[in-house]
Antibody, heavy 119, light 106 residues
């Protein structure tokens, strides 16, 4: 079964940093672009970043640009999100997601990891 | 920045047809997708590329597009279809989600 498993979430103080990881299994990881999508408590889905299969193309939402860094390690079938200068408004469930570039959609989602930014 | 607009809520009686709309500038030139999210769960893809249904998604889910509006239609709605639904499109190197529609089956 195709699977994405996020980890690394937790409680962090404002201004702090956190690194999320996503372990992919049962599919050819280096054949897919990947995304991070978040969902604040009681709110809708917010896309935050995309990375291409070879890391040559990276996009960020304006709300995180300059603070978050997406990366991947195809040898380890893993996706990462380095988050810095965290704010209260970054509090959310963070989902790792598999991107289908041919028709511009997400076909697989992880279960998410929760990030809480609070003092 | 690009925006997709959905009604906040839609109500439907069991067995009836529910329609959820998603509007956006020149959406007709894009390939909208739809996701279902039940409380405490991850989103699930139910429609991609306007009107294509992934394997495992019931036939009662269908998608269409006309002009700048995409529509998710659920025929013969069941209680298990009660969920939040999000449309999504790709624009200018960003993934854009609509604000979501809460479907209530009552």
């Amino acid at each position: 079964e195709v699977q994405l498993v996020e980890s690394g979430g937790g409680l962090v103080q404002p201004g702090g940093s956190l690194r999320l990881s996503c372990a992919a299994s049962e599919f050819t990881f280096n054949s897919y672009g990947m995304d991070w999508v978040r969902q604040a408590p009681g709110k809708g889905l917010e896309w935050i970043s995309y990375i291409s299969i070879d890391s040559s193309t990276i996009y960020y939402a304006g709300s995180v640009k300059g603070r978050f860094t997406i990366s991947r390690d195809n040898a380890k079938n893993s996706l990462y999100l380095q988050m810095r200068s965290l704010r209260a408004e970054d509090t959310a469930v963070y989902y790792c997601a598999r991107w289908v570039g041919d028709y511009y959609y997400i076909d697989v989602w992880g279960k998410g990891t929760t990030v809480t930014v609070s003092s | 920045s690009y925006e997709l607009t959905q009604p906040p809520s839609v109500s439907v009686s069991p067995g009836q047809t529910a329609s959820i709309t998603c509007s956006g500038h020149k959406l007709g030139d894009k390939y909208p997708s739809w996701y279902q999210q039940k409380p405490g769960q991850s989103p699930v893809l139910v429609i991609y590329h306007d009107d294509k249904r992934p394997s495992g998604i019931p036939e009662r889910f269908s998608g269409s597009k006309s002009g700048s509006t995409a529509t998710l239609t659920i025929s013969g709605t069941q209680a298990m279809d009660e969920a939040d639904y999000y449309c999504q499109a790709w624009d200018s190197s960003t993934v854009v989600f609509g604000g979501g529609t809460k479907l209530t089956v009552l």
